[in-house]
């Protein structure tokens, strides 16, 4: 089982950026593809980005492409998403996501989820 916790979010005006943080509790973060999500007010959860287990690969949605980066450092059990070129819509509860055998980008796939943290960008 592993316990995540999101941080770093705030509100930032259109063009600035932020580094979201997922950090992870248990010794078998390394063994988990982590994944981010977002959720604006009155729309279905949607994928944003997911980072292998060795943090090799990523698979990115088509609106953060470009501007959003994500990486993984297994020996501080922690995900990280750079976000530059912000934009209003990107205005959402950002949350991380722990899938055990898992790599896609269906919410329903995730096994352990964190609290979220929320991201404001004003025009």
């Known amino acids: 089982q592993v316990q995540l916790v999101e941080s770093g979010g705030g509100l930032v005006q259109a063009g600035g950026s932020l580094r979201l943080s997922c950090a992870a509790s248990g010794r078998t973060f390394s063994t988990y593809v982590i994944g981010w999500f977002r959720q604006a007010p009155g729309k279905e959860r949607e994928f944003v980005v997911l980072i292998s287990l060795s943090g090799s690969s990523s698979n990115y949605a088509d609106s953060v492409k470009g501007r959003f980066t994500i990486s993984r450092d297994n020996a501080k059990n922690t995900v990280y998403l750079q976000m530059n070129s912000l934009k209003p819509e990107d205005t959402a509860v950002y949350y991380c996501?722990?899938?055990?055998?898992?790599?896609?980008?269906?919410?329903?796939?995730?096994?352990?989820w964190g609290q979220g943290t929320q991201v404001t960008v004003s025009s």
């Open positions: 996501a722990a899938a055990g055998t898992y790599y896609g980008s269906s919410p329903s796939r995730y096994d352990y």
